[in-house]
């Protein structure tokens, strides 16, 4: 039996390069686990910029195009007219990643949740203004990204790393958001991921590395890339008490559907 096809995605192969995993050597590792095509991540101008020179380079790599919410402050007219002309390019797959985040980070700079939600808002309309999907990043803003979306209910959404628990699953099943799970719902110490993982249907399931961030069980320590999915793929349909076969095949179509992408 042919090994299963997979899609990773959401990826951040710039930041996989920069831990010194070169994004050849990646792409490589990625095809040699059954994953072989790959999105990656614009969080800004500069990476939304490399994510499309990188889908030129590479002809299964594909980008989404964003204006994350720890950049501080919304774009200039000038800044979203380039992220505008980015999301023209026919690799350009979604606006994303976009969203809230009101985690504390001690030291750190937290964008204030006025101008998080202004943003977010922003490239929502962005998004359905170009007819595109969004690819929404979450930290402990649940509730108000519900508030967010909900406004805007014609633009169809995938929850990033998906985060939360059952309760939260079952809101955005009932929205019909994408679920898209990472490494992380692999920890141990996961056990409201595990509790959304079990209700998700299977048509809203997706599957990411978020590389090279949360790496999966048994591979923590290590830089995470793409190739990794498949770890992540057979721990869920260990699981969901299905076959791996069964899960790839039911995400890879999930994603097609949702971003578009051609067959390789």
Request: net charge negative.
């Amino acid at each position: 039996m042919a090994d299963p096809f997979l899609i990773d995605a959401h990826c951040h192969l710039d930041e996989v390069s920069r831990r010194g995993v070169s994004v050849e050597q990646a792409l490589s590792n990625a095809h040699r686990s059954g994953v072989h095509q790959v999105v990656t991540s614009g969080d800004g101008l500069p990476d939304s910029r490399e994510a499309c020179r990188l889908a030129e380079l590479h002809e299964e790599v594909f980008f989404t195009v964003g204006w994350h919410p720890m950049n501080g402050r919304p774009p200039t007219d000038s800044e979203v007219e380039e992220l505008r002309q980015l999301l023209s390019h026919p690799k350009a797959l979604a606006v994303g990643e976009i969203g809230l985040d009101y985690l504390q980070r001690p030291g750190g700079v937290v964008t204030p949740p006025e101008i998080q939600k202004e943003m977010f808002a922003m490239m929502l309309a962005l998004a359905a203004e170009l007819q595109l999907p969004a690819v929404i990043h979450l930290r402990q803003a649940h509730s108000e990204l519900l508030e967010v979306l909900d406004c805007h209910p014609a633009v169809p959404a995938m929850l990033h790393c998906f985060s939360g628990d059952e309760g939260f699953a079952a809101a955005a099943i009932e929205r019909g958001l994408m679920c898209s799970f990472a490494g992380n719902v692999t920890f141990r110490s996961a056990r409201e991921l595990k509790s959304a993982l079990a209700v998700v249907p299977s048509e809203l399931l997706l599957l990411e590395t978020d590389a090279p961030f949360l790496t999966p069980e048994p591979h923590r320590g290590q830089v995470n890339q793409p190739a990794m999915l498949r770890t992540t793929a057979a721990w869920v349909a260990l699981h969901r008490a299905e076959c791996l076969e069964a899960v790839a095949g039911a995400v890879t179509q999930n994603l097609r559907r949702f971003l578009d992408i051609p067959l390789a």
